[in-house]
């Protein structure tokens, strides 16, 4: 039977399980899970070698505790971390001001550099939002409404305040009283209820990253006076001109609240104190030399396009130019319950400056060699409905049980086929605690792989942390964690089987190497 096949005939089935594992999997406040006496920290803590790398991703799958609130109380003030990349590419950070009576008011400051030191111009949005559900196909999110009363912009420098002149007189001309002509650090309206049109669409601009959120509490180094408050909004689409019409499926980076933030957090004290005539301008900063060696790995469970949660490890051979990826993805959004898991293996070139994102090192990576193995009953299942060998050896798969697909030429399943080439971006920075932090380039929002030089990206992931300078033992730390991962993956089975089964459904139409 065809894969098309397979989903015409079973999908509404699918979707019925699905919708019916919400309510069984529902969990509000995640802890540690010391109970379980196979936990990951009993199979790899004790090992010598990495133990660092380990010990964090130990404690995202057994240790983090986090506390989401559904629905979402996002009454205050939340704001940016750092300067932000979005695609295009453009440098921002965000103030945003949710109030009791569901109005909002939000301020996205504009910059001509990558550390958010030179402003060039600041959007003022108000409006009106509403929360709705909790969204059935990003689980843990909320869906939610929103509705535009004024959009203004703030020049910030002459000739900042010309150029957007002449880009507003392209589509927007006589809207704005005859051609516009707009005045350093004055407020200009791009939008309100009175106009007949839109002048903000010659930016590209749209808020829909309100349509999908979600709110995170925990308290850092389990210190009771130390209560971080996370908001995540949807996801911008990786094509400037599709925002318009782009509703989130996953996330951006995370606004903190003000009063509740991250102590170290610099940026976060510097835009509190900002409003459009006084933009926040953040500490400058050197960019950093892209060095890919060593261990990286996630500091938090990561949520891809289309219900896809993966914590990843990352090892770079500089010596011989080799890297490793180890993909091992969920069917939750705190990361307990695997579904599958990916490890990929290759070559990378030397890094080249980027000519178009300011801070970024272009690099092209390829992908020679790939083993899978299925966590869960529904993924084995789903792999094992596939004719042929396009994917292992057909019928074979088992829960837990590790397939190299190099000789099949990859995973026709996952929509992954061997040798590939992907042309990534990545840039790296120190945060406030003299943690080496590793961007690379974010994943586009149609599914589909960098493997040609004009899709490459302008905007980032979340970044993973450097936990080990060596790439010593990557081989055999792989196999420890995905035995811990094997032996884990026995319990709350109909979870895995209601949410796994949505995420091979899902995962066959991205290409998840570097993901």
């Given at each position: 039977m065809s894969f098309s096949a397979f989903l015409g005939t079973h999908v509404s089935l699918f979707l019925i399980i699905i919708i019916n594992g919400i309510g069984e999997c529902t969990l509000l406040h995640y802890a540690d899970s010391r109970s379980n006496p196979l936990s990951l920290e009993k199979n790899v803590g004790r090992l010598p070698k990495d133990f660092q790398c380990h010990h964090m991703l130990k404690h995202l799958h057994n240790g983090a505790r986090i506390t989401v609130q559904m629905p979402p109380n996002i009454e205050g003030h939340w704001v940016s971390t750092s300067c932000e990349v979005r695609p295009g590419p453009e440098f921002i950070t965000r103030l945003y001001k949710f109030y009791n009576n569901h109005t909002f008011k939000a301020y996205q400051f504009y910059y001509k550099d990558n550390h958010c030191t030179t402003p060039t111009y600041t959007l003022v949005i108000r409006g009106k939002l509403r929360l709705r559900q909790a969204s059935w196909i990003i689980r843990g999110g909320t869906e939610a409404d929103y509705q535009l009363h004024r959009i203004q912009i703030i020049c910030h420098s002459e000739l900042v305040a010309k150029e957007m002149s002449q880009r507003l007189n392209r589509s927007c001309r006589g809207v704005m009283g005859g051609e516009a002509s707009l005045e350093p650090n004055v407020s200009s309206d791009l939008w309100n209820e009175d106009m007949g049109c839109d002048c903000s669409r010659a930016l590209n601009f749209a808020m829909h990253e309100l349509q999908l959120m979600r709110v995170e509490k925990q308290y850092l180094h389990h210190n009771l006076d130390h209560l971080v408050e996370e908001l995540f909004l949807g996801d911008i689409h990786t094509e400037p001109a599709q925002r318009m019409y782009y509703r989130p499926s996953s996330y951006q980076a995370?606004?903190?609240?003000?009063?509740?933030?991250?102590?170290?957090?610099?940026?976060?004290?510097?835009?509190?104190?900002?409003?459009?005539?006084?933009?926040?301008?953040?500490?400058?900063?050197?960019?950093?030399?892209?060095?890919?060696?060593?261990?990286?790995?996630?500091?938090?469970?990561?949520?891809?396009?289309?219900?896809?949660?993966?914590?990843?490890?990352?090892?770079?051979?500089?010596?011989?130019?080799?890297?490793?990826?180890?993909?091992?993805?969920?069917?939750?959004?705190?990361?307990?319950?695997?579904?599958?898991?990916?490890?990929?293996?290759?070559?990378?070139s030397r890094g080249v400056h980027s000519n178009k994102v300011m801070g970024g090192t272009e690099f092209v990576f390829k992908v020679n060699h790939m083993r899978v193995t299925p966590m869960d009953v529904?993924?084995?299942?789903?792999?094992?409905?596939?004719?042929?060998?396009?994917?292992?050896?057909?019928?074979?798969?088992?829960?837990?049980?590790?397939?190299?697909?190099?000789?099949?030429?990859?995973?026709?399943?996952?929509?992954?086929?061997?040798?590939?080439?992907?042309?990534?971006?990545?840039?790296?920075?120190?945060?406030?605690?003299?943690?080496?932090?590793?961007?690379?380039?974010?994943?586009?929002?149609?599914?589909?792989?960098?493997?040609?030089?004009?899709?490459?990206?302008?905007?980032?992931?979340?970044?993973?942390?450097?936990?080990?300078?060596?790439?010593?033992?990557?081989?055999?730390?792989?196999?420890?964690?995905?035995?811990?991962?094997?032996?884990?993956?026995?319990?709350?089975?109909n979870c895995h089987i209601h949410w796994g089964t949505l995420s091979v459904l899902t995962m066959v139409y991205l290409l998840l190497f570097l993901s």
């Open positions: 995370a606004l903190q609240n003000a009063k509740n933030h991250d102590h170290t957090c610099i940026a976060c004290r510097i835009i509190y104190r900002s409003d459009e005539h006084h933009p926040p301008i953040l500490p400058p900063k050197a960019d950093l030399t892209i060095g890919l060696h060593g261990q990286w790995v996630s500091q938090r469970c990561e949520v891809r396009p289309e219900v896809l949660f993966l914590t990843r490890h990352f090892v770079f051979h500089d010596k011989n130019n080799t890297w490793e990826g180890n993909y091992y993805h969920y069917s939750d959004p705190i990361c307990k319950h695997p579904t599958f898991t990916i490890y990929a293996k290759g070559r990378y529904a993924t084995a299942s789903l792999l094992n409905v596939f004719n042929g060998n396009e994917c292992g050896q057909e019928g074979s798969w088992q829960v837990g049980a590790e397939q190299d697909v190099t000789h099949t030429n990859g995973c026709v399943a996952l929509g992954i086929r061997l040798p590939h080439t992907e042309y990534e971006l990545f840039r790296m920075e120190k945060d406030a605690r003299g943690r080496y932090l590793l961007y690379n380039g974010q994943r586009p929002s149609d599914g589909s792989s960098p493997d040609r030089p004009e899709k490459r990206a302008t905007s980032f992931q979340t970044p993973l942390c450097q936990c080990s300078s060596t790439s010593q033992g990557s081989e055999r730390s792989s196999y420890e964690i995905d035995r811990a991962h094997r032996i884990n993956s026995g319990s709350d089975t």
